[in-house]
């Protein structure tokens, strides 16, 4: 059955983003700490177009967040391309081949034609809020799962609504002191634990969400 879920990466005092986000600095001052353990891994690497990188726990957890993934969401924020309406030339973060290999369904207050990019990745633009981003990514994905990767704002609106089924933390052992928080807006959720992997950089928490 097609479950909704998500992982993201998190500092110990809560925050997903550190302080003063910009176009030029999207993670924030100290943000890019949260994905070093991950950019190190052999799989990362290998998503990326390299064969270099670590073979590790870290590696397999991230392997085993694509595995299954048949559809990806994510906020405008994640996307880019700054607020309001589109500068039509602006095609992600990720250069002509990003490394999704799948639809993915932006959430976005402003339409905009679907943007096909090399291997196999189209970017569809969903100004119905996260519901109809749900259905559409689960057409896409049809017996596979649908991932929210992101940001922060795209996943508690998932949270909110009682639309996601699992939510996996990367806690990194790094104190941010501000910026963007993951857990707030979020409703009341009940999370389960049903995993945990743990490493020297960081602590992988599987949540069942209730």
Not at 4 to 20: C, Q
Not at 128 to 142: S, Y
Not at 166 to 190: D, I, K, S, Y
């Amino acid at each position: 059955m097609t479950k909704v879920t998500s992982h993201i990466s998190i500092s110990l005092d809560g925050f997903v983003a550190g302080p003063e986000q910009s176009p030029d600095n999207p993670l924030g001052i100290g943000g890019e700490r949260l994905h070093e353990w991950a950019i190190a891994t052999h799989e990362w690497q290998r998503q990326h177009g390299s064969g270099t990188g670590e073979a590790s726990a870290d590696s397999d957890v991230i392997a085993a967040s694509v595995r299954n993934v048949g559809a990806y969401v994510m906020g405008r924020n994640m996307f880019g391309g700054g607020p309001g309406g589109w500068e039509e030339s602006w095609r992600g973060w990720w250069g002509e081949e990003p490394p999704f290999h799948l639809p993915v369904f932006v959430l976005t207050h402003h339409e905009r034609a679907p943007r096909q990019m090399r291997g196999d990745t189209t970017f569809h633009f969903v100004t119905g809020g996260v519901a109809e981003a749900e259905r559409r990514a689960r057409e896409a994905a049809g017996d596979r799962d649908v991932s929210v990767i992101g940001g922060a704002t795209a996943i508690q609106q998932f949270l909110a609504a009682g639309r996601l089924d699992e939510l996996q933390l990367h806690v990194v052992p790094v104190l941010l002191g501000a910026g963007e928080r993951l857990l707030v807006n979020c409703g009341e959720p009940t999370l389960e634990p049903t995993e945990v992997v743990a490493s020297p950089r960081v602590t992988h928490i599987t949540y069942r969400v209730r």
